[in-house]
């Protein structure tokens, strides 16, 4: 496969996803409402630097157990059907992408 093209394109990751859309995205998957109610407490726990408690506005908690899952539920919402719909509607030749936690090189040959 040649390489005509390779683009790095920033996704969002448990540092900065945005907490209502993942929410809404757990919502659309998970009926359970105790489960519901327990991810929407991991998205609130905040953390403690120098003394002092902070509460991020974004992203889940740094080193949190679920923070690998809920990073990927959010990624396939976020970036999963956005390269399905670009791969078949704009994408010529092979289109190969490999989805990371925090980066997301795509490579297409024409």
Known sequence: MSTSDIVARPVPTHH?????WMIKFMEHRVADPRILRLIRKWLKA????EGRW??????????SVISPLLANVYLHYGFDLWVNVWRQKWAQGEVVVIRYADGTPVQTST
Request: proline share 11%.
């Open 46 to 49: 905040g953390v403690m630097e």
């Open 54 to 63: 902070s509460e991020p506005e974004t992203g889940t908690p740094q080193g």
């Open 16 to 20: 900065n996803l945005d907490k209502d």
